[in-house]
């Protein structure tokens, strides 16, 4: 507790101190600047993040340069007077050179328009590639490039955020941003039924090589959806806007997980077609498993229950899409989409059982062994549709969005369990078996328009209603007898849970004092409407009120500040709600709970990015944040509970509650250096204080932190090799710890047929088939330890290829601020 206090004081000071220095820094004396903005020739456009570089006249290398805005803009600064040339570079155009450009003493050179004409030669056989940055820091997100990540192309979503700045994952693919797990996810833009069933399974049926990027965004504005105390992810799925037929293979086996993708794109004039499939299988695995509980009843008898056992576990899925676009003219874009997804798990376990009473006076009273046989089985679909229209106008940056989007999810979970009694004699056996179908259905009308009022003043307005109605029914066999499974009234029933959010926005956008400061603000109302057909469940009406503000400011064309602010709202979902009873263990049953009310999240962030000559980069963000009826899981232990008409004894149960506030306060460190020009290096640290008050209950603080190293170095042109290392500290909880988690690969890869095809080998933790994890969990009356073997040691090889013919062009689609749509251009942001 002292350390994390300490240690906060200590990053605060560092930050005020670092950025006052950088704020109060002056340029140098007698330089000057040079502006301009980059246009295409052809659609008159602005391009955006074309390369800009000044040269000194008649030098060969550049001194200096800078990327343009999402409209095209650019402005160096802190310019020697002189004489230089200026190039705009874009993948795709014609260079465009300006020479003999001067720059007098403190003056401002407006270079106007510079036009970059298309290529228009179509290329045979030849692959042109443009190496992003992996990480891209932006006024409102962080974007995550994982194309040359060599140790996560042969997995799935899960490995990729495990490197992902601000994130962390647990060994079970539990994921946190800046230490909350209540995070929005979206794919391209977008809500699935997807994640609502089951979050770890869904981004373990995403392999690598389909996502294109994921971006990170802490602090939402006004124009996103108020869901997620933590944050929003949007995973890119990758698309082409490119001419011709072009596409992808990609395949992956190992001694854990095979998975595979394919690409195919076709584009011709206003016309567009992306078709792709991907799917994945975790092979079969073992993990050993142990459980030592000692609790107390209310006549002091102390109970001792042991479990030791393992589980067989798999796990598969796939995913497909068609995309259409049709620029129906210059100003009047039409996008469709549909996609298909399907995952399921299925486990099965043995486990050995000892229950033990004894009394106050040390004499043991009873002895109970038995063996449990067990198995659960998951599978959920997805349907999404989604049709958009976007409106431009003559006057830049003018715009209107409409979206349709559906998404509809068929959930299945089954359970059985039978528990054969080896001592005392002529113990029936007892057992249950059930099945929980649910359909997920969401649909989202949004309607967003953004009106530029001056350069540097812009209003954005949208409304949008979010409907969502899931269904859900358990019917329920108990073993009678010992002998048979007959029907059990007391444990079938129904469950229906309707949702409607009605939402309103407004943004605004500006640059003051000489463009000095930008700030973006706005407010975003939601009025939720809920109904849950469930016995004593009562959820009213709510609205809430949803402020966002962020401040940036440019010290030098290469760093910059960014002070935060937003509210955000962490709605209960289906696996929080769904009063399902899993008894597949009983004497460990989970529900879920349909009283829960939204959990409220105010969240404050200080950021700092500076890119360096040669390539390095550092971005610091502290942040603050704290939760009201904070959502946690609770476990109670009780030496009988009677559920429906049946009689448990020795049982603990766990169930999510509205539990008293959270706070969290830390600080997150992620650098990149490239140490040589073959041998590169990035980090990222996460350091975090988490305090949680409930009522009628100490508080409780745990001090947590996470760090990882990724190196990479290229031997040859088309030969590379990559090592990843991560550590999760243990976190101390509520009512117990988690473990720490120790995760490492190795990757290579070779790159051949002028760079079409490439071959990846990969090892995850090569020297240790388990990982050893051990949590505790505690209560006024019991003491838990569970100990998990986790078998996580693989090895891999991936094959990837590139075909087709390519005419590159830039995508006027891929003009927009940044603010309501992916990178690609692919949809809309989650309103």
């Known amino acids: 507790m002292k350390f994390s206090k300490v240690m906060k004081v200590r990053i605060i000071l560092f930050l005020s101190v670092f950025l006052a220095i950088k704020v109060h820094a002056q340029a140098p004396a007698g330089k000057g600047k040079i502006t301009g903005k980059v246009t295409d020739a052809t659609s008159k456009q602005g391009v955006d993040y074309a390369t800009i570089s000044v ?141 609502g069933a089951s979050l770890a399974d869904a981004l373990a049926s995403i392999p690598a090589s389909q996502i294109k990027s994921i971006e990170v965004i802490t602090s939402p504005g006004a124009k996103y959806d108020a869901a997620g105390t933590g944050g929003i992810v949007n995973i890119i799925l990758k698309d082409s806007r490119v001419e011709g037929v072009n596409g992808s293979v990609n395949l992956s086996a190992g001694t854990r997980r095979e998975n595979g993708s394919f690409n195919l794109n076709v584009r011709k004039g206003n016309f567009g077609v992306n078709a792709f ?75 050995n059982q000892d229950q033990r009473m004894v009394n106050a006076a040390g004499s ?65 056996s007892t057992g249950l078996s059930n ?28 409304a949008k209603l979010d409907f969502n109605n899931i269904k859900n029914n358990v019917v329920t066999d108990s073993l009678m007898g010992g002998k048979n499974f007959v029907p059990n009234g007391d444990q079938t029933y129904g469950f ?54 962020v401040f940036s400011h440019k010290l030098s064309e290469s760093s910059s500040v960014k002070l935060s602010y937003t509210r955000r709202i962490e709605r209960p979902d289906y696996g929080s709600l769904n009063p399902f009873l899993n008894i597949s263990d009983p004497h460990n049953i989970s529900t879920g709970n349909p009283n829960l009310k939204p959990e409220r999240g105010d969240n404050f962030e200080l950021g700092y990015n500076k890119s360096f000559e040669k390539g390095a980069n550092i971005n610091i963000a502290a942040f603050y944040r704290k939760n009201t009826d904070d959502i946690q899981r609770f476990t109670t232990y009780y030496d009988t509970l009677r559920i429906n008409g049946a009689t448990y004894t020795n049982v603990s149960l766990s169930q999510r509650y509205n539990l008293g506030s959270e706070v969290r306060a830390g600080i997150n460190i992620y650098a990149s250096l490239p140490v040589t020009k073959s041998f590169s290096l990035r980090t990222n640290m996460i350091f975090a204080d988490r305090t949680s008050n409930n009522p009628g209950s100490p508080s409780v603080s745990g001090f947590a932190y996470r760090l990882n190293l990724n190196a990479q170095y290229e031997f040859a042109k088309n030969l590379s090799a990559e090592f990843f290392g991560n550590y999760n500290s243990s976190q101390k909880g509520i009512q117990g710890t988690q473990p720490k988690f120790v995760f490492y690969n ?52 991936s094959l990837s290829y590139k075909f087709g013919k390519l005419d590159f062009k830039k995508d006027r689609d891929n003009k927009g601020d940044g603010e309501g749509k992916p990178d690609d251009g692919s949809g809309d942001k989650g309103r």
Not at 134 to 152: C, E, F, G
Not at 379 to 407: I, M, R, W
Not at 505 to 515: E, K, R
């Open 277 to 351: 499939f991907s799917g994945n299988a975790q092979i079969n695995s073992n993990a050993p498993t142990s459980t030592n509980r000692v609790s107390t009843d209310g006549a002091g008898n102390t109970n001792t229950l042991f479990q030791d056992g393992s589980n067989n576990f798999r796990r598969n899925g796939y995913q497909s899409g068609l995309n259409f676009t049709w620029n129906i003219s210059k100003h009047d874009d039409l996008t469709a989409a549909i996609g298909f997804d399907h995952f399921g798990n299925h486990g099965n376990g043995v486990t």
């Open 746 to 797: 190795f990757a290579m890869r070779k790159m051949f047929m002028n760079k079409k095809a490439s071959i990846d080998l990969t090892a995850s933790n090569p020297f240790a088939k388990y990982v050893s994890q051990t949590s505790t969990t505690y209560g006024s009356n019991f003491n838990l330890t569970n100990v998990r073997y986790v078998p996580i040691q693989s090895f891999g090889i």
């Open 496 to 549: 229906t849970y309707d949702r409607k959010i009605y939402a309103y926005y407004l943004s605004l956008t500006a640059s003051v004092f000489n463009n000095f400061l930008d700030i973006k603000g706005g407010l975003r109302d939601e009025y939720t409407v809920t109904t849950a057909d469930f016995k004593g469940a009562n959820i009213p009406n709510y609205n809430i009120l949803v402020p966002s503000l």
């Open 435 to 462: 099945t929980n179908p649910g359909k997920d259905r969401e649909t989202q009308i949004s309607v967003d328009y953004t009106q530029p009022v001056a350069k540097d003043f812009t209003i954005e307005t949208g």
């Open 55 to 195: 040269y000194k006249q008649g030098a060969t290398s550049p001194f200096n340069g800078i990327s343009t805005d999402p409209k095209g803009y650019f402005t160096v600064d802190q310019v020697p007077a002189g004489e230089y040339k200026v190039t705009a570079d874009f993948l795709g155009y014609q260079r465009a050179t300006v020479e003999h450009v001067i720059v007098k003493a403190g003056g401002t050179l407006n270079l106007g328009e510079i036009l970059l004409t298309s290529l228009s030669k179509e290329l045979k056989g030849v692959t042109i590639t443009a190496q992003a940055p992996t990480v891209t820091n932006k006024i409102d997100k962080m974007v995550y490039n994982p194309q040359n990540d060599l140790s996560a192309q042969g997995g799935v979503a899960i490995d990729i955020l495990k490197k992902v700045p601000q994130i962390t994952v647990d060994i079970d693919g539990n994921v946190e941003l800046q230490g909350n797990a209540n995070i929005r996810f979206l794919i391209n833009g977008k809500p699935s039924s997807i994640f």
């Open 364 to 428: 043991l009273m009873s002895d109970t062994s038995s063996i449990r046989n067990s198995s659960s089985k998951f599978n959920g679909t997805s349907t999404d549709v989604s049709l958009s229209y976007k409106k431009t106008f003559e006057k830049e940056g003018q715009e209107l969005d409409v979206l349709y989007s559906s998404s509809f999810g068929n959930n299945s979970f089954s359970s059985f369990q039978r528990t054969d009694y080896l001592s005392p004699i002529g113990v029936q």
